[in-house]
Antibody, heavy 125, light 107 residues
Framework: DVQLVESGGGLVQPGESLRLSCEAS????????MTWVRQAPGKGLEWVAN????????YYADSAKGRFTISRDNAKNSLFLQMSSLRVEDTATYYC??????????????????WGQGTVVIVSS | AIQMNQSPSSLSASIGDRVTVTCRAS??????LGWYQQKPGRAPKLLIY???RLQSGVPSRFSGSGSGTYFTLTISSLQPEDSATYYC?????????FGQGTKVEIK
C-alpha cells in the first residue's frame, strides 16, 4: 500500500534539537513535493514546511523559519525535519504528507492526498 | 499570510441533515482550496481539492463550491461516520494556511 511512516518524535527539553523522519513506500517518492503539518494537543492543523521533488526549493511557516530545516533523501525515499531551539509551543503531533498535483483541463491543483500516522513531539522541562 | 476564516467552529446535526461549512479567505485565492476531514486520533483525510473536485473514493454526499474568497463544504445527507472535524486549506500562496476547523457532531 502507498504509505508514509513518521518516526523520531519524543520528549525533549526547551532549547534542544530533534530530527523527524518520514519514510515513503509504494510510490515514486522523487516525483512528489512533500510537506510537514503539525497539530498541537487539542488544536487545529498548522502547515510547517514543504520541499520540492529535487530538494531545491523549500518553504516554511514563520513559526519554523530559522529553527527548522526540511530535507529529503530520494535514494532512501525519506523526508526529514530537523528541529532546533525547540520551544514548549512546538509540542505537537507532526504529520508528513504527500503533495499531489491534480490536473483538470488546463488547471493544476495540489492537495495532500497521503498522510502518515504522525509522530509526537513533547517539549517540556 | 493569507487568513482563512472558517465557520462555524462547531455544529450539531441529525442523521440525514444537510450540513454546510464555510471558509473565507482574506484575499482572492482563485480555486486553490482543499477540504480535509479529521477524526480523533487519526491523520487528516483529503475530501475535496481545487475547491470543488471530489477526491477519488470520497462519498458523493460531500461537495465543495466557491472561488475567490468564499468557499463551502456541504454534506448532503449527514451520516454517523461523518462525525469529525473539517478543515479548509489554501494552497494559493506560501505559507499555506488552514482554517480553524469545524467540529461536526451527530445529535
Amino acid at each position: 500500500d502507498v504509505q508514509l511512516v513518521e518516526s523520531g518524535g519524543g520528549l525533549v527539553q526547551p532549547g534542544e534539537s530533534l530530527r523527524l523522519s518520514c519514510e515513503a513506500s509504494e510510490f515514486s517518492f522523487s516525483d512528489f513535493w512533500m510537506t510537514w503539518v503539525r497539530q498541537a494537543p487539542g488544536k487545529g492543523l498548522e502547515w510547517v514546511a514543504n520541499i520540492r521533488r529535487d530538494g531545491g526549493q523549500k518553504y516554511y511557516a514563520d513559526s519554523a523559519k530559522g529553527r527548522f530545516t526540511i530535507s529529503r533523501d530520494n535514494a532512501k525515499n525519506s523526508l526529514f525535519l530537523q528541529m532546533s531551539s525547540l520551544r514548549v509551543e512546538d509540542t505537537a503531533t507532526y504529520y508528513c504528507a504527500r503533495d499531489r498535483d491534480y490536473r483538470d483541463k488546463n488547471m493544476y491543483y495540489d492537495a495532500y492526498d497521503i498522510w502518515g500516522q504522525g509522530t509526537v513531539v513533547i517539549v517540556s522541562s | 499570510a493569507i487568513q482563512m476564516n472558517q465557520s462555524p467552529s462547531s455544529l450539531s446535526a441529525s442523521i440525514g441533515d444537510r450540513v454546510t461549512v464555510t471558509c473565507r479567505a482574506s484575499q482572492d485565492i482563485r480555486s486553490d482550496l482543499g477540504w480535509y476531514q479529521q477524526k480523533p486520533g487519526r491523520a487528516p483525510k483529503l475530501l475535496i481539492y481545487g475547491a470543488s473536485r471530489l477526491q477519488s473514493g470520497v462519498p458523493s454526499r460531500f461537495s465543495g463550491s466557491g472561488s475567490g474568497t468564499y468557499f463551502t463544504l456541504t454534506i448532503s445527507s449527514l451520516q454517523p461516520e461523518d462525525s469529525a472535524t473539517y478543515y479548509c486549506l489554501q494552497d494559493y500562496d506560501y505559507p499555506r494556511t488552514f482554517g480553524q476547523g469545524t467540529k461536526v457532531e451527530i445529535k
